[in-house]
């Protein structure tokens, strides 16, 4: 009677075990890339191919990125048993920061065991080109009439580059750069000095924007630096 009810159990066992092995089933051969360090203005890619491990036909239903930066191709829609295919990250660099970055894509198919796949993909991006700080911010105790922050550019490649000026919208204030323009020698450091004139508006207490330094490097022709000033009570 007992060794009855154990073969039973057995069966029953073996029955649902091959039941949840049945159906299409995502296998991929990685599901991470690091593409190391990749110049600002740069797109790279990188495929991740797959197999359908499984006993029936697998359906691509959905990509999803994590971010506008990072697009996802897919090949075949529909794989058979035993068939392969790849999805394709294609990571644009354009509009970042310099620095590490994380991101990742949501393969959703009809994978009952594994319905969404995270792949991430990171990489260091590297600006030839950089400004320091990035951004002013400034808590003054009352108006005053100009604020002088003193900046640098630093150049780390084999080239010279200049800055050839600002362009923006500011906001309630006039910004001047000194000097004008000026030329980066390769692997070097420039200083220079921006100068933040607050609108005399007598409700004002927050002046925030941004504007971009101009230069002639043919992928980082915009630098953005952002500004922050704050007032302790409107003047």
């Known amino acids: 009677m007992r060794i009855g009810c154990i073969v039973g159990l057995l069966l029953t066992l073996t029955l649902v075990a091959g039941f949840a092995a049945a159906g299409p089933k995502i296998t991929f051969d990685k599901e991470s890339h690091h593409y190391g360090k990749v110049l600002y203005g740069d797109t790279v890619t990188e495929e991740f191919p797959f197999t359908n491990t499984g006993n029936g036909t697998l359906i691509i239903e959905d990509l999803k990125s994590s971010c506008g930066c990072t697009k996802a191709v897919k ?140 230069t002639n490097h043919p992928k980082e022709a915009e630098m953005e630096v952002r500004y922050l000033i704050k007032l302790d009570k409107a003047q």
């Open 75 to 214: 090949g075949s829609r529909e794989i058979p048993p035993k068939g392969t295919s790849k999805i394709i990250a294609a990571f644009d660099t354009n509009g970042l920061r310099a620095g590490a970055k994380l991101k990742t894509i949501f393969v959703h198919s009809n994978d009952s065991q594994r319905p969404v796949v995270k792949l991430i993909i990171r990489a260091d991006v590297v600006k030839e080109l950089n400004v320091e700080p990035p951004s002013i911010a400034k808590q003054l105790k009352g108006f005053t009439e100009e604020i002088s922050v003193p900046m640098k550019l630093i150049n780390s490649s084999a080239k010279a580059y200049k800055v050839t000026g600002f362009q923006g919208d500011p906001v309630g204030l006039t910004v001047r750069m000194k000097p004008a323009s000026f030329e980066v020698p390769p692997e070097s450091t420039v200083p220079f000095t921006v100068t933040l004139v607050p609108g005399k508006s007598p409700s004002q207490v927050y002046y925030m924007g941004k504007f971009q330094l101009l």
